[in-house]
């Protein structure tokens, strides 16, 4: 089983590019989620998404966008990238609507903005 | 806004020795994850405390929901290096969908 798979797992922008990370999901979860991790601050939530076609800003969502086109993949988009947005991101998908927060996640994706 | 503090931030314990990790908030929240990280991957779900005072056991591990459900804590009997970790724990609120995180507490266990 892949579970949640992120790509790409490395990337190098300069200041001012864009990029989109791609996460899917094979376990037919109905939640998705963005997180970024800094060191000392745990996981902070950007955007999140409670089904196919909705989205909702997390904690942090200032410079990024997302999209729910399809139940399996939820897409994180940076539009004019910042060396603050350097950081490792994680994608995780839930499992039920009884919310019990239990979430599963991917292997993370490292950006470095110069 | 929810926030979840943990302590202590840092652990470094001889193999054998037991410890305990706090999870705190002054908010409510329907249920309450512990989570293990190691360097390069995810964070993997341990465990997940529903109800107030519920008390979870996992091998050497005891996880506390408390009576209020507004802290948690994480008790290792007899560490082992294998333990070592970044231990992370999250709430989920009320009313929402949205799962906060603690910074976490990195533990190390020397052999």
């Known amino acids: 089983n892949a579970g949640v798979t992120q790509t790409p797992k490395f990337r190098v922008l300069k200041t001012g590019q864009s990029m989109t990370l791609l996460c899917a999901q094979d376990m037919n979860h109905e939640y998705m989620y963005w997180y970024r991790q800094d060191p000392g601050m745990g996981l902070r939530l950007i955007h999140y998404?409670?089904?196919?076609?909705?989205?909702a800003k997390g904690e942090v969502p200032d410079g990024y966008n997302v999209s729910r086109l399809k139940k399996q993949n939820f897409l994180l988009g940076l539009e004019s990238a910042a060396p603050s947005q350097t950081s490792v991101y994680f994608c995780a998908s839930g499992r039920d609507r009884e919310n019990t927060g239990e979430l599963f996640f991917g292997e993370g994706s490292r950006l470095t903005v110069l | 806004t929810q926030l979840l503090e943990q302590s202590p931030q840092f652990l470094s314990i001889q193999e054998g020795e037991n410890l305990t990790v706090y999870c705190n908030s002054s908010s409510v929240f329907s249920s309450l994850q512990w989570y293990r990280q190691e360097p390069g991957e995810g964070p993997v779900l341990l465990v997940t405390?529903?109800?107030?005072?519920e008390v979870k056991k996992l091998k050497r591990l005891t996880f506390q929901f408390g009576d209020a459900r507004k802290d948690s804590s994480l008790h290792i009997t007899a560490a082992q290096p294998g333990d070592t970790g970044l231990y992370l724990c999250a709430g989920a609120g009320t009313g929402g969908f949205k799962t906060i995180f603690g910074a976490g507490t990195r533990l190390f266990v020397k052999a």
């Open positions: 405390v529903v109800t107030g005072g």
């Open positions: 998404s409670v089904g196919e076609g909705t989205t």
